[in-house]
């Protein structure tokens, strides 16, 4: 899959503004970091708990 550019990013970026207009930006902005923000925090948990079932079944063996 081909990386986006920076040409690209600006044509998303103008493509947005004109959807949703100035002042819906930065709460879509805001919305979407914090999304990614959440979904981080819950897969690093995610990997935590394998990882200690992981300890707990070499114990085992």
């Excluded at 949703?20 to 805001?30: A, C, D, Q, V």
């Excluded at 990997?47 to 200690?52: I, K, R, T």
């Amino acid at each position: 899959m081909p990386s986006l550019g920076a040409k690209e990013l600006i044509l998303i970026l103008i493509i947005a503004l004109v959807i949703f207009g100035p002042s819906k930006l930065p709460e879509i902005g805001k919305a979407f970091g914090k999304s990614i923000r959440e979904f981080k925090v819950h897969a690093n948990k995610i990997s935590e708990d394998l990882d200690v079932e992981e300890k707990k079944d070499d114990k085992k063996a």
